[in-house]
């Protein structure tokens, strides 16, 4: 999550990694967002500029905290919500939810060989817009 949190930074959509990462923590406390085979961690919070999204994927399963269990996964998708419009992810959440269950895709995922081509699978087989 650190990482991916790391790219948002970079890119301007988060102002504050750390207390970006402390939000996100918080919310995987509250309520596990382990959805199928993919994580999708997300909070709202004043550190964030933007509405962003950051994918990551893993060659070997990450054993991720579910409630009060552990469930290896390979994918995690992080969402990052502005606090000045918390209903903006909504909408992207519903979407990503609805391509992350195409197991073709996540096969396809887990092969890619560059972030492009992560951006290229998740454009192309999204049905809806994300």
Known sequence: IKELIDRLYLK???????????????????????????????ARSLAVNQLGLALGVSRLPIDYPSGDERQAIQIICLIAVPAHAPDSYLALLGALARTFRDADLLSSLLQAASPEELCDLLATHSRHPI
Request: cysteine-free; charged content about 20%; aromatic content about 6%.
């Open 12 to 42: 301007g959509v988060v102002k504050d990694s750390l207390s970006f990462f402390q939000a996100v923590l918080g919310r995987e406390n509250i309520e596990s967002t382990i959805l199928g085979e993919v994580a999708m961690p997300h």
